[in-house]
């Protein structure tokens, strides 16, 4: 069996209105083992027929077949796996990656290749070719000749069965020029098939076989190979198919995509900030939103849970509205028929308010006062932080003691403890028993500009009331707030006899803290949104350096598709690149943007939380950025012609 056979090969170019015929009916027939010189001038086909022969190009028509296999029903992934295993390639252009060591350039195709398939030693390979001093020397640390000797290394590392040489002496001194004859001759004693194409008679006279073309046609065929031994005529078997991407394969790709970027810093560097700046802005507005939220919580927490506020209602009288109590009053006698009446009450607590001035030792100040029972230290989270809460025998007493907030420790007491101390409400003393809980300012009110009394103290000593202002009623379970509402104004309703339907009205707390809390949450949203603008930004950097690469690398592509690698190598391999400017821009955005806001909080004193559900986002967004904005790059590479890819100026 042939280990060649071509038959009525044509391959046509097409160069602006004219046909070009690059092979033009070519047959031919390779046997194991022989030493193939192919010739003739520029032009005359005989690059364009080692092409094809290295399953590089494709012909227009005619049947090629290697080792018996029609190479034309074989997919691309299968044509990159027999380059892989059965061919080498040495170019004129050596084609060695820049980058990397002359040993990383031998065993390159090894990256490619199945793990079953047999390999060679990279380093015993370069120091047969007379290299083994140089291995870790760059392309632009060796001679002309010595890179030749490298890309032959590279040819062999496969252990593959054919040689395809294109002008390997072509850009070669003399000297060096029959070194390179000499290692492949000793190749082809080896045992391993030689095609070479040259246009220099000197060169071709050490094959053994000479193949002259011209105008795309084999004018004619002279000499044979040696009669090919058992090993050499022995079919090989179809390549199976590839694995999927192992362990080594990822960690490599990721090695090599490191080099890539490296090779051009500053570029990579604007990329990865793009992603940090966007990383950054998303972490530190996520962290406003989410220590936004959980401030309002907490305010809202201390306004009370499973709240209700009853109060009596007002009237539109000839377009004219009346104040609050116009219609009804509710007094204490209220408190207790509702405590009694109404299911599902864990508490109960009126409230009588006033503006009232206190006086300590020669300082005022205007604030609010409350009048209200015991209920209202769990109802409100209002537990005294220092001293105690009055109790119901004080309300019963109508007794002049108090609770004062921190505002007013800070105003009227200069800071000092109050408790025990005697002060001025409306000229009555009042003896400060507790101090409340800090609960904060809002741009509505201070939470801690307050005085507690009880509520008779307040109704018949203070302001001379005979009814309370609003009763709190507290839902023993959040999904009874609708009932207790509706069973509270019906009871009411009975207890005054009237069947007005604005006598009072409810507040519902639990819903007007849903309604915030769902504000907040929409704001977090609205900024994070604007915070992902700068990370598209930085994912159309991403794309676009990664555009740039691919065009930079169009040889680095081809050659690499050459030695076996497929489509999903390439993919991977630039997808890789892609994504690790996307991690390391992540990386470095959450700790910039934690950074910024520790110090948001820690100078502008704003409410500011870092959470991790925040650090998870952001970092996956900026990945995900990475995978689709270096996807279209990566496809783009992928499916580059190994030939125009080899071609490409």
Not at 474 to 486: F, I, K, L, N
């Amino acid at each position: 069996m042939s280990l060649i056979e071509i038959k009525n090969l044509r391959k046509t170019y097409r160069m602006g209105d004219s046909e070009v015929r690059a092979l033009d009916g070519v047959s031919l027939r390779i046997e194991p083992g022989e030493f193939v010189a192919i010739m003739g001038a520029s032009g005359s086909g005989k690059s364009t027929l080692l092409q094809v022969l290295g399953l590089l190009d494709t012909p227009d028509s005619g049947s090629y077949k290697l080792l018996g296999r029609e190479v034309a029903k074989l997919e691309e992934d299968e044509l990159a796996a027999v380059r892989s295993r059965t061919l080498g390639f040495v170019f004129q252009q050596f084609n060695l990656l820049s980058r990397t060591s002359a040993l990383e350039n031998t065993a390159l195709p090894l990256l490619y290749a199945a793990p079953e398939a047999p390999k060679g030693d990279p380093h015993q390979l370069l120091k047969e070719v007379g290299l083994g001093e140089r291995q870790g020397h760059k392309p632009n640390q060796l001679s002309g000749g010595q890179q030749q000797r490298v890309a032959i290394a590279r040819a062999l590392v496969n252990k593959p069965r054919v040689i395809l040489a294109d002008e390997p002496t072509g850009n070669l001194d003399s000297k060096s020029s029959v070194e390179i004859i000499r290692l492949l001759e000793k190749l082809n004693r080896d045992g391993i098939t030689i095609i070479m194409v040259t246009h220099e008679p000197d060169i071709a006279r050490h094959a053994r076989r000479t193949v002259q073309m011209k105008d795309g046609k084999v004018l004619s065929d002279r000499g044979r190979g040696p009669k090919p031994s058992p090993r050499a005529d022995k079919k090989e078997p179809p390549p199976p198919p590839h694995a999927k991407l192992s362990l080594r394969q990822s960690g490599e790709y990721f090695r090599q995509a490191l080099k890539a970027l490296l090779a051009n810093k500053v570029r990579t560097s604007l990329s990865i900030l793009g992603i940090l700046i966007g990383v950054a802005a998303v972490i530190a507005m996520l962290a406003l939103g989410t220590g936004a939220r959980t401030a309002m919580e907490a305010q809202l927490s201390s306004m009370g849970t499973n709240l209700l506020i009853l109060r009596p209602g007002s009237r539109n009288v000839g377009g004219v509205a009346q104040q609050a109590g116009a219609v009804s009053r509710l007094t204490l006698e209220d408190v207790r028929e509702l405590s009694r009446g109404v299911p599902h009450v864990r508490a109960v607590s009126p409230e009588s308010r006033g503006r009232s001035q206190v006086a300590f030792g020669g300082k005022n100040w205007n604030t609010q006062v409350v009048g209200t029972t015991p209920d209202y230290a769990s109802m409100k989270a209002s537990q005294a932080a220092y001293g105690r809460f009055f109790t119901e025998a004080e309300v019963t007493g109508r007794s002049r003691v108090a609770l004062v907030g921190n505002t007013i420790v800070r105003e009227v007491f200069g800071g000092a403890n109050p408790l025990g101390e005697w002060m001025k409400v409306n000229r009555v003393n009042f003896q400060v028993i507790g101090v409340l809980p800090a609960k904060g300012a809002t741009s509505f009110q201070d939470q801690d500009d307050l005085v507690l009394v009880p509520v008779t103290t307040a109704m018949y000593r203070l302001f001379g009331k005979q009814y309370v202002d609003q009763i709190n009623i507290e839902a023993d379970a959040p999904d009874q707030t609708g009932p207790v509402s509706q069973a509270s104004v019906e009871l009411m309703a009975q207890v005054h006899r009237t069947r007005d339907p604005d006598a009072f009205q409810v507040r519902n707390m639990a819903e007007l803290q849903e309604t915030l809390s769902a504000t907040t949450r929409t704001m977090t949203m609205l900024l994070a949104f604007i915070a992902a603008i700068s990370l598209l930004v930085g994912g159309i950097g991403i794309m676009n350096i990664m555009l740039v690469s691919v065009t930079e690398r169009t040889r680095e592509i081809g050659l690499r598709k050459a030695i076996g690698a497929r489509r999903k190598d390439i993919l991977s391999q630039f997808l890789i690149e892609s994504v690790a400017v996307s991690l390391v821009g992540g990386v470095l955005g959450i700790l910039l943007g934690t950074g910024i806001t520790l110090g948001i909080s820690a100078f502008a004193g704003w409410a500011t939380s870092v959470t991790t559900g925040s650090v998870v986002l952001a970092c996956g967004f900026s990945v995900m950025v990475g995978v689709v904005f270096g996807l279209w790059p990566a496809l783009k590479a992928s499916k580059l012609s190994p030939i125009l890819a080899l071609r490409y100026e």
